[in-house]
């Protein structure tokens, strides 16, 4: 495959357990191609978080806050105190769910579209230049891939304990 190094792992003997690692080397690829993205970020003057929560509703009715703290990588009580201040900031607003009332959706308001119109695009771009440093690799199969690692349920474990053993 065009750039991609591929490594014996029974010749890496001397590499520390995490070099070869499949969970760390998805984090950090994460972590590389996404700090690429978050200068665009930076000079627009929008943080990760509120990126995520636009990204997120972008193309959404609404999402229930525990709904977005799961898709922007957050924890619930910080998603809610992001979402105090994007709707003072006239982002995003609140409305109790249509079929519970007991339920609240969060949609992006006119300001919050905006805002994510143009990062939207830069977005798109950044995945597109990432996607052409590795022009043998299918694009779809790499994204049903993740997508399959996001939703696969995870091991029981006693499943977990006996494959170790």
């Given at each position: 495959?065009?750039?991609?190094?591929?490594?014996?792992?029974?010749?890496a003997t001397?590499?520390r357990f995490v070099?070869d690692?499949?969970?760390y080397l998805?984090?950090?690829?994460?972590?590389?191609?996404?700090?690429e993205?978050?200068?665009v970020?930076?000079?627009?003057?929008?943080?990760?978080?509120v990126?995520?929560?636009?990204?997120?509703?972008?193309g959404?009715?609404?999402?229930?806050?525990?709904g977005?703290?799961?898709?922007?990588l957050?924890?619930?009580?910080?998603?809610?105190?992001?979402?105090?201040?994007?709707?003072?900031?006239g982002?995003?607003?609140?409305m109790?769910?249509?079929?519970?009332r007991r339920?609240?959706?969060?949609?992006?308001m006119?300001?919050?579209?905006?805002?994510v119109?143009?990062l939207l695009?830069?977005?798109?771009?950044?995945?597109?230049?990432?996607?052409?440093?590795?022009p043998?690799?299918?694009?779809?199969?790499?994204?049903?891939?993740l997508?399959?690692?996001?939703?696969?349920?995870?091991?029981?474990?006693?499943?977990?304990?006996?494959?170790?053993?």
């Amino acid at each position: 495959m065009d750039g991609i190094l591929l490594r014996d792992t029974a010749t890496a003997t001397d590499e520390r357990f995490v070099d070869d690692y499949l969970l760390y080397l998805m984090a950090r690829a994460s972590h590389a191609v996404s700090t690429e993205f978050h200068s665009v970020l930076r000079k627009a003057g929008v943080s990760v978080p509120v990126w995520r929560v636009l990204a997120t509703l972008s193309g959404s009715p609404g999402e229930t806050v525990t709904g977005l703290a799961e898709a922007c990588l957050l924890q619930q009580p910080t998603m809610t105190k992001l979402l105090d201040r994007m709707v003072r900031d006239g982002i995003v607003k609140r409305m109790p769910d249509q079929r519970d009332r007991r339920v609240v959706r969060i949609q992006m308001m006119p300001r919050g579209e905006q805002i994510v119109r143009d990062l939207l695009i830069a977005a798109k771009a950044h995945e597109a230049e990432v996607l052409s440093r590795f022009p043998s690799l299918d694009r779809l199969q790499l994204k049903q891939l993740l997508r399959a690692m996001m939703t696969k349920p995870p091991r029981t474990r006693r499943s977990a304990t006996a494959i170790a053993a």
